[in-house]
C-alpha cells in the first residue's frame, strides 16, 4: 500500500528550494530567464529537488499531458470514433436516387486511407452513380473559428501544418498530404490525382540549378491552390503536409476524387452541411478510428496540434451538449482537471490555472511545476490507464530529433518525456515525464523555461542547463 498520509504531508509541506536544487537552472535565469522546477519521488512522496514550483509560466505544449490525464478520465483507452458515409433515396441498378453524407464523430485521426476504404465499400455496395450530391457534415462541432493567432494567420497561406485549422471533420490532421517528384506530377499522397491546383514546378537538383525546395498552401476565389518552386534530387520523393484552409471542404474534395477515380460519379455538388442526418437517411459505408490510446501516443509523440485542439473541444462538447464550445470555453475542462489534481494532493484552495488550448498554442497558457506534477502523480496512480499516458512519452534514446539524443546514458535510458518548445512571442522549453531510480523507483519531473521579452534562447541551450541537472539527480539515485 502507498503511503498516502506521508505523500500529503510531503507536498503540503512544501519549502523553499535548497540552495543546491537546480544549481544549473539557476544559472540560466541569471540571464533573465524564469524557471519553475520540482523532482518527486513517487514512492516515498519526497520532494528530492524543487526550484520555484508554485510560479506558473508559458506551458507551450506540455498543456497536452493535462489534457490527456482529461482525456484518459472521460473515455476509456480503447474508445474509438466512427465517420460513416450514408445515402438518401433509393439504390437502383447502381443508380442512388438521391445524395450522400459524411458524417462523423470528430475523429482527430481520421486519414486518407479511411476514405479510401469508404469509397471502396460504397462501390462494393453497387453505386456507380449518384444523382444528388456529395455532403459534408460538420456537425458535432460545427467549424470552429480560429482562437490562435497562428491558425488565424495561416487561413489564408501555409509553409506548415502545425497550425491547421479545427473542424468536425478533416483528413489527415487538417491537411493536404501531397507527394512531390522531378519526374513526376504531383499527387495526393493516397495515389489519387490532387483536387486542388498546383502552380509551379520542380526541378531535377544539378550542378547548375540546386534552389532549395518552397511549398506552400495558399487560398484563393477558386479555393485552396499549392505553390511550388525549387529542386530535388532526380528520383526523390518528397512527402509534405501543407494545412488546409478549410479542413471539412478538403476533406469532401478529397472523397470526391476518390469515388471519381473509382468510377463513381456524383452528378451533383459538394456542400457542408450543419443539420442533423434527415430520416431517410441509411447507413452505406463506415470505419472505426484508432482507439484513444493510439491518438493520444500519435498527440504526445508527436506534439500534434490539431489532434490535440479537437479532442479539447470533442471532451467539452460531449460533456456539456449544447452548442459546440469555443475553444477557450473547451479548455476550462482541462483547467477544472489541474485543480482536481492539485486538491488530491492535499492542496486546498487552488486557483485554476490559464488555459485556453489543449495544444499549448495559445501563449496565454500558463502552468507550474507542481501543476504537471500533480497531474502526473495522478496518471502514475491511475494502474489501468497509465500504460496509455506513459506509451506516449518519449525515452531520449529512442527521439527522432538529436537535440534529446545528447547526454549520459542514464538520461537517454531512465527518463521518458513529453516536451513543449514556443518562439513567439518569447522562448519556451519544458520537459514533463518520469525518470526511474536506480533502485527501479519512479521520480515524476516537471521543468519549465521562459526567456525573457526579446531574449534569444533556443530549446537546445534550454536543454543543455536543465538536462545537466536531471543528470545529477540520475546519478544520486
Not at 333 to 360: F, K, N, T, W
Not at 457 to 472: C, F, G, P, Q
Amino acid at each position: 500500500m502507498r503511503p498516502l498520509i506521508p505523500f500529503l504531508l510531503s507536498l503540503v509541506t512544501l519549502t523553499a528550494a535548497a540552495q543546491d536544487d537546480w544549481p544549473n537552472l539557476r544559472q540560466l535565469e541569471k540571464t533573465g530567464a524564469s524557471a519553475t522546477a520540482l523532482a518527486l519521488d513517487l514512492q516515498s512522496g519526497r520532494v528530492l529537488a524543487a526550484h520555484n514550483p508554485q510560479q506558473r509560466l508559458n506551458a507551450a505544449s506540455l498543456t497536452k499531458i493535462v489534457l490527456a490525464a482529461a482525456a484518459l478520465e472521460a473515455w476509456e483507452p480503447e474508445r474509438t470514433l466512427a465517420t460513416d458515409l450514408y445515402a438518401t433515396g433509393n439504390l437502383n441498378q447502381g443508380v442512388l436516387e438521391g445524395s450522400l453524407i459524411l458524417q462523423g464523430q470528430a475523429d482527430p485521426t481520421l486519414e486518407h486511407r479511411d476514405l479510401w476504404l469508404l469509397a471502396a465499400q460504397l462501390r462494393q455496395a453497387g453505386v456507380r452513380e449518384v444523382r444528388g450530391d456529395l455532403n459534408v457534415s460538420t456537425l458535432p462541432l460545427g467549424r470552429p473559428a480560429c482562437e490562435t493567432a497562428d491558425r488565424c494567420k495561416f487561413i489564408t497561406r501555409s509553409d506548415s501544418s502545425y497550425a491547421a485549422p479545427l473542424s468536425g471533420i478533416g483528413v489527415d490532421y487538417g491537411s493536404w498530404c501531397v507527394d512531390f517528384s522531378p519526374s513526376l506530377e504531383p499527387r495526393h499522397c493516397s495515389g489519387v490525382a490532387l483536387p486542388i491546383t498546383v502552380e509551379g514546378r520542380i526541378d531535377a537538383r544539378g550542378a547548375r540549378n540546386s534552389a532549395p525546395l518552397a511549398i506552400a498552401r495558399t487560398q484563393g476565389k477558386e479555393g485552396d491552390r499549392i505553390l511550388v518552386s525549387g529542386t530535388l534530387d532526380p528520383g526523390n520523393l518528397q512527402r509534405v503536409y501543407r494545412s488546409m484552409s478549410d479542413p471539412a471542404g478538403g476533406t469532401g474534395q478529397l472523397l470526391w476524387q476518390m469515388l471519381a477515380e473509382l468510377g463513381i460519379r456524383v452528378n451533383g455538388g459538394l456542400y457542408l452541411r450543419e443539420e442533423a442526418l434527415p430520416a431517410n437517411a441509411w447507413r452505406v459505408a463506415g470505419v472505426q478510428g484508432l482507439p484513444l490510446r493510439e491518438q493520444l501516443e500519435r498527440m504526445m509523440r508527436y506534439s500534434n496540434n490539431y489532434i490535440a485542439d479537437v479532442m479539447t473541444l470533442k471532451l467539452a462538447q460531449e460533456a456539456r451538449p449544447g452548442p459546440a464550445p469555443t475553444l477557450a470555453q473547451a479548455a476550462t475542462q482541462l483547467s477544472a482537471r489541474v485543480v482536481r489534481a492539485r486538491q488530491a494532493i492535499g492542496d486546498g484552495a487552488v486557483i485554476a490555472p490559464p488555459l485556453y488550448s489543449g495544444s499549448g498554442l495559445t501563449p496565454e497558457n500558463a502552468l507550474s511545476a507542481r501543476d504537471l506534477i500533480a497531474v502526473l502523480r495522478e496518471q502514475y496512480l491511475g494502474t489501468r490507464t497509465f500504460p496509455a499516458f506513459y506509451a506516449g512519452l518519449v525515452v531520449p534514446a529512442d527521439s527522432g530529433g538529436t537535440r534529446m539524443r545528447e547526454g549520459s546514458p542514464a538520461w537517454m535510458t531512465r527518463t521518458a518525456f513529453k516536451t513543449g518548445t514556443m518562439s513567439e512571442p518569447h522562448a519556451v522549453f519544458g520537459i514533463g515525464g518520469y525518470l526511474r531510480k536506480q533502485d527501479g523507483g519512479w521520480v515524476a519531473l516537471a521543468v519549465l523555461v521562459n526567456g525573457a521579452p526579446g531574449q534569444a534562447l533556443n530549446s537546445r541551450e534550454s536543454l543543455k542547463y536543465i538536462r545537466s541537472d536531471v543528470e545529477a539527480l540520475l546519478a544520486r539515485y
